[in-house]
């Protein structure tokens, strides 16, 4: 049986990730901590640990609260910066949609923060509505 609508398993989890433009994996924390980058900056990370799935995302800080507070799967960024990350578990009432749009925004704000010249060959590139989903 297919998991829960909104859960995601680690696989999918990570597909998802990889298909973002530019998304480079790497693994500077070991082989049991999946980084995800774009343009050699962490835009999430992705773990599995006792069968359940675990991503950290950048988030706005007003939103990042706003999201603990209506996800019980949505708690403050471990081993991050609890301001602007926030971890996800990928399972349970937390929609899918939910997921993949917390995870095009911590790409985009991260690509957001990228150095104008680096920011201007990704949307080249890319395209810029592929870069900010």
């Known amino acids: 049986m297919p998991p ?3 859960a995601m398993t680690y696989e999918q989890a ?5 298909d973002l433009p530019d998304a480079l994996l790497d693994y500077p924390f070991g082989a049991e901590v999946a ?5 050699n900056k962490i835009f999430a990370t ?3 640990t006792n069968g359940k799935v675990f991503s950290n995302l950048k ?3 007003e939103e990042a609260i706003m999201l603990r507070d209506l996800f019980d799967e949505v708690m403050p960024g471990y081993h991050m910066n609890k301001k602007h990350w926030n971890t996800l578990e990928l399972a349970g009432n937390l929609p899918r949609i939910e997921i993949q ?21 990704l949307e080249i590139e890319y395209g810029a509505d592929n870069i900010y989903r």
């Open 4 to 6: 829960y609508n909104g």
């Open 14 to 18: 990570r597909q998802y990730l990889m």
């Open 35 to 39: 980084v995800f980058k774009v343009r």
């Open 46 to 48: 992705l773990t599995e």
């Open 59 to 61: 988030c706005d800080p």
């Open 101 to 121: 749009r917390m995870m095009e925004n911590s790409y985009t704000l991260v690509v957001k923060n990228l150095p104008k010249k680096a920011r201007q060959s």
